[in-house]
């Protein structure tokens, strides 16, 4: 695939706070890219640069190798959904799909044809004389999604658009979000700050914090080989444990040396190491690598969630067999389920799960009042 949209140095300032620290990123024609980052990291930002509600202070943006930073919005080959979708509730559905085609006098026949066209697409057919009004959330981001789509963009922005969905509506919204973009064939940049969104839609995910990109990759790739603490850390649970890379493929940590499949390290390089917890398998004392005393379990429906200190560290473990509080248990830890990082400025700050509980992580999704 092409690239369709370059970022080149583009950094941005709001009241002499950088959001955007020098970004370069390329997007390719008829990719599904995801902007994934905390509130405030600066993904809304490089958002309303592509789509020209904003203008960087340094930096190029490119489209199709034309560059267009002083190309005003309308006049872009983008659309955006936002999270408040901003459809008319003075006209019903027919018209509210229909509006950008009648700004550009297309004539009636044609308008009818396309709005048909769009409703069979995000499965509102029938729905031409409702009013907005009585529409579900869902059924409403269809109309704002539709309304983007009619006058073929090349590119569409979605800000946060499921934002205010429930999570059973969130979760089939994103099966429904991919099928349009793969049968249209346009490029979809997507903001979220909802890791498991990021994970099953993308093609592609960019991981932002404090105003840089941290990593771009498949999700695959972005799970499986983060780069730093940080993007450990965002994307699901992770233990990440101080460690010493003696050699190539072997790594020392909480009192133990692994085998592991990581190398390319100076001789006793201090890093980060990170194991995901369900790849931890929960054996008896006697079997076990380490050792600890298990002090929370949660029932999670296909697993439980286990914290167990082992030499003052909380780690996580993800199972389907159920150990007690207070239970003496050994860990063992597979070659390839050890992923070696090298220091960050985030090291240290993540991966202890002392603090955990899902009261803390679900203050940690709610969204700051306001969005760079």
Known sequence: MAKLIELKGISKSFDGEKVLNSINLYIR???FVTLLGPSGCGKTTMLRIIGGFEVA??????????EISDVPAYKRQVNTVFQKYALFP???????????????KVAEEQIKTKVTEMLKMVALSGFENKSVSTLS??????????????????????????????????????????????????????VTHDQEEALSMSDTVVVISDGEIQQIGTPTD???????????????????????MLEDRRVRMAGHTFDCVDGGFDKNELVDVVVRPEDIDVVSPEKG???????????????????????????MIQSTDYVAPEENIGIYIEPDAIHVMKKSKYSGMFGDYSTFS???????????AEEF
């Open 29 to 31: 024609d008829g990719e």
């Open 57 to 66: 202070d340094e930096g190029q943006l490119c489209f199709d190798g034309v």
């Open 90 to 104: 003075h006209l019903n559905v027919y018209e509210n799909i229909a509006f950008p085609l009648r700004i550009k």
């Open 137 to 190: 959330g869902g059924q409403q981001q269809r109309v704002a999604i539709a309304r983007a789509l009619i006058s073929h963009p090349k590119v569409l922005l979605l800000d946060e658009p499921l934002g205010a969905l429930d999570l059973k509506l969130r979760k089939d919204m994103q099966n429904e979000l991919k099928t349009i973009q793969q049968a249209i064939g346009i490029t979809f940049v997507y």
């Open 222 to 244: 972005i799970y499986n080989e983060p780069t730093n603490a940080f993007v450990a850390d965002f994307i699901g649970e992770s233990n990440i444990i101080d460690g010493v």
């Open 289 to 315: 690598m380490l050792t600890g005393i298990v002090t929370a379990v949660t029932f999670k429906g296909v697993h439980y969630e286990i914290i167990v200190d082992i030499k003052g560290f909380k780690w």
């Open 358 to 368: 899902d009261e803390i992580e679900q203050l940690s999704d709610v969204d700051s």
